[in-house]
């Protein structure tokens, strides 16, 4: 089993930043690709960022590009999202979670198999 636990969300102004991490336990962490996704009330889960197993590449919504930046730490078995520019648009609750070893692409819900609780992320004046 793993555990995925993000922190880190809150309310911040439009503008402003937030970094948001997710601590991983239990079974294998590293070798693993990682993501972000997110939702909003009343809207379908999306998805935020991605990083591949190896940490070379990187993955983002057209969104959040050139705003968020996905990074992971295999030693602190953590995933961190910094988040900059915040939009309100960017208010949802946000999940991190670990895509499955034979997943053949990296934005659908369906290409990870375990998932944290969640983070709220309110952005507002």
């Known amino acids: 089993q793993v555990q995925l636990v993000e922190s880190g969300g809150g309310l911040v102004q439009p503008g402003g930043s937030l970094r948001l991490s997710c601590a991983a336990s239990?079974?294998?962490?590293?070798?693993?690709?990682m993501g972000w996704f997110r939702q909003a009330p009343g809207k379908e889960r999306e998805f935020v960022a991605a990083v591949s197993r190896s940490g070379l590449s990187s993955f983002y919504a057209d969104s959040v590009k050139g705003r968020f930046t996905i990074s992971g730490d295999n030693v602190k078995k953590a995933l961190y999202l910094q988040m900059n520019s915040l939009k309100p648009e960017d208010t949802a609750l946000y999940y991190c979670?670990?895509?499955?070893?034979?997943?053949?692409?990296?934005?659908?819900?369906?290409?990870?198999?375990?998932w944290g609780q969640g983070t709220q992320v309110t952005v507002s004046s």
């Open positions: 979670a670990r895509r499955r070893s034979d997943s053949p692409s990296y934005s659908y819900s369906s290409d990870y198999d375990y």
């Open positions: 239990g079974r294998t962490f590293s070798g693993y690709g």
